[in-house]
């Protein structure tokens, strides 16, 4: 595997050309991949995505370990920029089934050279789909696509109260679930 | 309501209302940092793309033409301050150390069109301009919730010439630094601008905080550390708000 991601993180953010570039590379896939879901167009998840790297050298020294995977960090930097985005076209139609039967499938024809961190996305994925397809749907538009409730209640024509209990519930059910799988 | 702000579908007012309740709560801080684990884990499910060739080499060259941006170590003058800023936070309109007249003239007539066109609520770009900073500085305090002390967030009450609060102030360490204004009781609706004075005397702007009925937030970069900051103002014609963290 080489040199971890904090390290080529702390030499991306020290100016390494040559960290820089390997941590792009060993992460592009999945920022790119990221962007791309939420904004739906290559040319924009592009821009997207270089901004979140971007992001992630410039704000390099507020990275953590103990508060998650580089991995996870540079994700939620990419939804942000992502959403950022996609906030300027709003009214671009958004198919929850599409994006649950997407997530919900097995990553066969993918390859990931972290084992673990394929491990991991079959974990959650498996989680996810214990959850009722309602509160899936409002946990995957909040998290990943970064709805707001009120954006969420709008769009599943439901009371606003009702988006926030689905995402409330769901995440909370998600959780559980994860923790008994950790223990 | 922490689910919603742990996974960012939390709108401004009801995410500094959280933000209010978790500083002081360790219980909820502890909840909000795993569900925001949670929520943060199934990105982890988006499908892995590959970019377009030369994807890597186009970032690379993107943050060493940024590098080469910061090479003269000390701003010489306030225009290159400023344009420097002005290329890290393309899309904030500051700092702004007390310009000249004609300056404050065209800020006064920029920040008149913004609030206006934040008013009318037309402006996609102004809601990118209003959100991005809002979302990441919620998201900056989810993943900053074990921090040093000397790194914790800050908050000081806002009070009025008659020493009345009517709202708070929520000051986060980081690169940057940023403000979260939550402001409860406010004396009138419409754009209250904040100023930020540094212990050393110098004054800048921090955008607008936008008013509607009594209630409004806004998030900000700091221009300078939050150690830096001697106090902080919120004007609007005939009011004047104060804050002293």
Known sequence: MGVTDDGLLA??????AQAASAFVRRHQARVFGLALTIVGVPAVAEEVAQEAFVRAWRFAGAY??????????LLAIARNAAIDAVRLGRDRPYDPDVLI??????NDGQTDDYPEQLADAHRIRAALTQLPHDQRVAVVLAAIYGLTAREIAEREQIPIGTAKTRIRLGLARLRSQLEVRDE | ML???????ATGHDRAQILWHVLDCPACQRDLAELARTADELLLLAPQQRPPEGFDLRVVRRIQDLT???????????RWRRATIRRLFPRWDGPAPVPART?????????GAMALILAAGIGAGTVLWRTAPDRQLADQYRH???VDDD????????TTDAGLVVGHVYLFPGTPAWILVALTAAPQPGGYTMSVVTTGGVRYGAGICQVSGQVGTAGYPLPVAVSQVASIEMTRPGIRLDVRP
């Open chain 2, 3 to 9: 689910a919603e702000l742990a996974t960012t579908a």
């Open chain 1, 101 to 106: 039967d997407m997530i919900s499938q097995v």
């Open chain 2, 144 to 146: 900053g919730l074990v």
């Open chain 2, 103 to 111: 300056l404050r003239a065209a800020r006064r007539a920029l920040v």
């Open chain 2, 151 to 158: 790194q914790a967030p800050k908050s000081a009450p806002v």
């Open chain 1, 11 to 16: 030499g991306m953010a020290a100016g390494d």
């Open chain 1, 64 to 73: 953590d370990p103990r508060r998650g995977a580089v991995t996870t960090w």
């Open chain 2, 68 to 78: 080469a941006a910061r090479v003269p170590q000390r701003p010489a003058t306030a």
